[in-house]
């Protein structure tokens, strides 16, 4: 397992007092910045936090296995002291955010959890797929990014595409879970929701218009209010 500071990993995003927390895990590249506008819904009742992955920081090490990103995403909380009733992330974020919520389960704690437009399958990236995704979530670097900056995502793509290779989530979680998912491929999509549906008892589902890769930008934030909202006041 990498060796990271926690501390420096935890991003508070909105914090207001002593309030029920959520967490947000990141998808392709481990940054935050496409979740801010989602913080801000969120932080009308809730303490916001990030938890970005490891290696984005100079000096920091990349991982490329899912049991070892739970294990650093459960060491930040608990160095924190943060323990989340609300989960959420999009794509592998949410693979993470579903072992998490099951780790914290066993200790007691049972946070509800968000998904959007994650896969419980094991997925094989061909070569320069990496260089391909780099460039389809650049806009996340800015208009003129740092070639040592770029340089790291791109590791930490790298890691989390063989974290994706070689897991597969098999184990039940019986919190609560709210899925997004996009409308195509089609047949992708019903494999999905097909094998959430089996691994979570208390499991709804809202289907979204946009492609797997504009779910969580800001812009397409108000097709996932109203089911989110819903959720969080049943």
Known sequence: MTTTTASSRLVPLVRKG????????????????YYLKLAGFLGKTRNVYGIR?????AGEGTENRVPDMVDSVVQVLDNAGVEPDLVLGWSMGGVIGWETSR???????EPSLVMLDTSPFSFAAGDGFADWLLDKIGGMLGPRPDEEAAARVKRVLEGQLTALSDNKVEREYAGRVLYFACAEPEDVREQNLAAW?????????HQVDVDHYSIAKPENFPALREPLAAFLTT
Do not use: H, I, T
């Open 53 to 57: 992955a490891s290696g984005l920081v």
């Open 103 to 109: 780790r914290l389960a066993e200790r007691g704690v």
């Open 18 to 33: 002593s309030r029920p927390s959520a967490v947000l895990l990141p998808g392709a590249g481990g940054g935050l910045g």
């Open 197 to 205: 549906r089996q691994l979570a008892p208390d499991f709804s589902a």
